[in-house]
Nanobody
Framework: QVQLQESDPGLVKPSQTLSLTCTVS??????????WSWIRQPPGKEMEWMGA???????SYSPFLRSRTSISRDTSKNQFTLHVTSVTPEDTAVYYC???????????????WGQGTLVTVAS
């Protein structure tokens, strides 16, 4: 059984860097061919795809967040990590990690999700 679990940074102060790690079990993040994505949902708003890392290690990002977002992975720990720099209260959201098959692309068709973690940006 594939499982994804987001870390829980909780409260982050404005201008700091948000780092979230997704720990995957039941499969390897290098197993072909999948995208491993980060998606968020601000309060009262729709879900927003932020970016993904492919099983090959290639990354892709939302053009709206590209300048502040990076995704990396640690294959020895079977984890991938999201970094968002210079956060503001508008980055407050529930953050999810998820997997999608390559043929569906990184923005839809997710077959496994983490439970989500609420990140609040406030001083």
């Amino acid at each position: 059984q594939v499982q994804l679990q987001e870390s829980d940074p909780g409260l982050v102060k404005p201008s700091q860097t948000l780092s979230l790690t997704c720990t995957v079990s039941g499969t390897s993040i290098t197993t072909n061919y999948y995208y491993w994505s980060w998606i968020r949902q601000p309060p009262g708003k729709e879900m927003e795809w932020m970016g993904a890392i492919h099983s090959s290690g290639t990354t892709s990002y939302s053009p709206f967040l590209r300048s502040r977002t990076s995704i990396s992975r640690d294959t020895s720990k079977n984890q991938f990590t999201l970094h968002v720099t210079s956060v503001t209260p508008e980055d407050t959201a529930v953050y999810y990690c998820a997997r999608s098959p390559e043929f569906k692309g990184p923005k839809e068709g997710y077959d496994y999700w983490g439970q989500g973690t609420l990140v609040t940006v406030a001083s």
